[in-house]
């Protein structure tokens, strides 16, 4: 029953761990990466499409995204989508393809960035701390309901601490990653 409750925990901690990634992927260094469109939808026929799967997204160089959409009539919808998303980067539409160039990014607008990143990790620590909360009181309650021995609580709540301390530590040593790559010129 314990063992249920520490794979429950690290499957959330594993969850905001994998969040905490996608909202990096998301944050512009400066490079060209085309995760950064990952989480931009355009209306497609009615449906909102992400970019990525309805144009091929090409890097030319470290400084230019060309997205080359396999429909050329929804270049001014992805122009547009791109254009009201908060990327801060403006598109350019030459009737064929979308030029999208990243400029480096200014030393306080890093900085800027690097707060943000500390945002998102601290988010994935307090998720990690909440999984943990949850299990040492399902923990709890097996102990109260008798179905567990003292010890056997003990050793769960010690081994769902080492789950968090290990997820902890891989969400600075994550952050410590992309603080450094923001930061590069």
């Known amino acids: 029953m ?8 690290e499957e959330r901690m594993q969850k905001a761990l994998g969040n905490l990634n996608d909202n990096f992927a998301a944050v512009r260094t400066g490079r060209a990466n085309a995760m950064i469109l990952d989480r931009i939808k355009v209306d497609y026929y009615g449906a909102m ?12 160089d470290a400084h230019m995204l060309l997205i080359e959409p396999w429909d050329k009539s929804t270049l001014t919808a992805i122009t547009n989508a791109i254009q009201a998303s908060d990327l801060g980067v403006t598109p350019s539409n030459d009737g064929t393809v979308i030029r ?3 400029p480096q ?11 943000q990143c500390k945002l998102y990790t601290e988010e994935a ?8 909360r949850d299990a040492n009181a399902a923990i709890e309650k097996l102990k ?7 010890d056997d609580a003990k050793r769960g709540e010690t081994d769902c601490q080492k789950l968090t301390d290990k997820y902890i530590a891989e969400a600075e040593e994550a952050f410590k990653k992309k603080e450094a790559e923001v930061m590069e010129i």
């Open 100 to 102: 999208l160039p990243f």
């Open 144 to 150: 109260k309901g008798s179905e567990v021995s003292e």
């Open 49 to 60: 499409t992400p970019i990525n799967q309805m144009a091929a997204i090409k890097t030319p």
């Open 125 to 132: 620590r307090v998720a990690v701390r909440n999984a943990r």
């Open 2 to 9: 314990i063992d249920e409750t520490l794979m429950q925990a």
């Open 105 to 115: 990014p200014t030393e306080e607008r890093r900085r800027e960035l690097v707060k």
